[in-house]
């Protein structure tokens, strides 16, 4: 896609983040399938005869001159090219996950990717190891389970996700819309006390998904929702249910159903109906591992992590709406690390660029062993080919057997740098992965010194890239910027 260059007198500061985007229209969407060979930028036009020459040369007047020249495999993010003219220290380029070097006319250059083709199902299947897809937009009325597509376009559609080797699950929340048929007659027994809406009516007829009141999981409305799901999973044999919020115990003071009490003066108040949400949880991973014993129960609550009411469920989807900073670290190691509760967490990222990936996030999950989990397999795949590369690195230092060395504990490696931590897996086999996170707010980047307390030599690579890290007596060296991560493969050199 083409945008429009600079303009004269127009300058390079001007553009956004002062980044040259080639063959993109920006770090996530648009691929050109070129090879770029060099990169030149000057700071006058340059004429038809300097244009016909056989190499780009580098003159007084080259702003920029990269060859494109590197050895690294491109992660998208930490790989960089090494300009042979460039005003700024970081001016590298930065190839896009999937790009290649290949032997170009002068040397090397850069092979761009193209989208791949055909659908998000198949690619997010065989490109991307995803093997669960969540459906949004699959019910008529939040909170009743009552299908928009009739039963057999609904049943065809899951049979072809299974076909594709993926499992299917569905979203839910607990709530229900006043348009329901069963509103008028169930509502003041099911529903909260105050009256509670889940968001705003929208204008728009059709877009009810989050137009409804909340309902109380202490009210026979429990016993409809979970009879509805089991009976919605056996007929269109889904493979389990996302759950928005539903394991937030929210204050009710409904006395329909038994909520709330008397107080000393006489006041009626609420309760916080822990134990029945609790109970609502044991039902739905009851009714979702019975019949799906590969199924999932993937629970989505912010702002808190509520144990009691989350023990029943495969996974935490935690952390939208809340923006990441340095001094939440110890809440997040309180909240995030999974080894702590014993449930893997994943988390949106934070507000603003909540729905999208920012290296920024894994620094925070990393070193607390939890995960990013991106949205949209469809149009940003960039974001999913990246979470999965990751994912593909980590896992086998994760499994049964492996050790967790987090940076709040003794371990062989030790940061001279305060706001460096070190996390590390190491495998019985007697290799390391470090997860490096840097949170110095220093312009530029931060000199990582980390102290390897380890017998013998060994090699350090970024497993993302292959790019090779320095040790020199004992010390690893790592440059890193705000928020920046690394992950580190550390190895044992064979004795010569
Ligand atoms: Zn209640």
Redesign the pocket.
């Known amino acids: 896609m083409a945008q429009a260059g600079l303009v004269p007198k127009e300058e390079a500061k001007t553009l956004p983040h002062e980044i040259l985007a080639l063959g993109a229209g920006d770090a996530w969407r648009h691929r050109t399938a070129f090879v770029f060979d060099e990169v030149r930028v000057s700071s006058r036009p340059r004429n038809a005869t300097e244009l016909a020459a056989s190499k780009p040369v580098k003159d007084k007047d080259v702003l920029l001159l990269d060859h494109l020249a590197g050895s690294f495999t491109p992660d998208g993010e930490h790989g960089r090219t090494a300009p042979e003219v460039s005003t700024r220290p970081d001016a590298g380029g930065v190839p896009t996950l999937g790009c290649t070097f290949v032997p170009a006319k002068f040397g090397r250059g850069v092979r761009a990717v193209v989208q791949p083709p055909g659908s998000w199902l198949q690619f997010a299947h065989d490109h991307l190891g995803l093997t669960h897809a969540l459906d949004w937009r699959w019910h008529r009325y939040m909170g009743a389970l009552d299908l928009l597509l009739t039963p057999e376009v609904f049943r065809s559609r899951i049979e072809a996700i299974h076909r594709k080797g993926l499992k299917y699950y569905v979203y839910t929340y607990k709530a229900i819309n006043p348009l329901h048929p069963n509103y008028e007659e169930y509502f003041h027994e099911w529903?909260?006390?105050p009256r509670t809406r889940w968001m705003n009516p929208s204008k728009i007829p059709t877009a009810r998904n989050y137009d409804a009141d909340s309902t109380?999981?202490?009210?026979p409305y429990t016993d409809y929702f979970v009879a509805s799901f089991e009976k919605v999973l056996k007929e269109s044999d889904l493979d389990g249910i996302y759950m928005d919020g539903n394991t937030k115990a929210?204050l009710?003071?409904?006395s329909h159903?038994?909520?709330?009490y008397r107080d000393s003066k006489g006041q009626w108040q609420?309760?916080y109906?822990i134990f029945?949400t609790r109970e609502m949880l044991k039902r739905l991973y009851a009714v979702t591992h019975l019949n799906k014993p590969e199924g999932i129960v993937d629970v989505h609550q912010s702002f808190c992590l509520c144990i009691p009411t989350t023990s029943f469920c495969d996974i935490i989807y935690t952390g939208e709406h809340e923006p990441f900073s340095p001094e939440r670290l110890p809440e997040i190691r309180v909240r995030y690390a999974r080894r702590a509760w014993g449930i893997p967490i994943e988390t949106l990222g934070s507000t603003p660029l909540y729905l999208r990936y920012a290296r920024r996030y894994w620094a925070y999950m990393l070193i607390h062993d939890a995960r990013v989990r991106p949205g949209g397999a469809n149009g940003r795949n960039d974001m999913q080919r990246k979470t999965a590369r990751i994912r593909d690195v980590i896992e086998p230092f994760r499994e049964p057997g492996c050790q967790w060395l987090p940076y709040y504990r003794p371990s062989p490696f030790e940061s001279r740098t305060s706001q460096v931590l070190v996390s590390a897996w190491g495998r019985p086999k007697g290799d390391y992965m470090l997860a490096v996170a840097c949170f110095a707010k220093a312009a530029g980047t931060t000199e990582s010194r980390i102290k390897l307390n380890l017998n013998g030599e060994w090699k350090a690579t970024n497993p993302l890239t292959d790019e090779v890290f320095s040790i020199e007596n004992k010390v690893l060296h790592l440059k890193l910027g705000y928020e920046d991560f690394r992950l580190v493969h550390l190895e044992k050199t064979p004795r010569q």
């Open positions: 529903g909260l006390h109380c999981a202490n009210s929210s009710c003071a409904n159903h038994g909520c709330g609420g309760t109906p029945a």
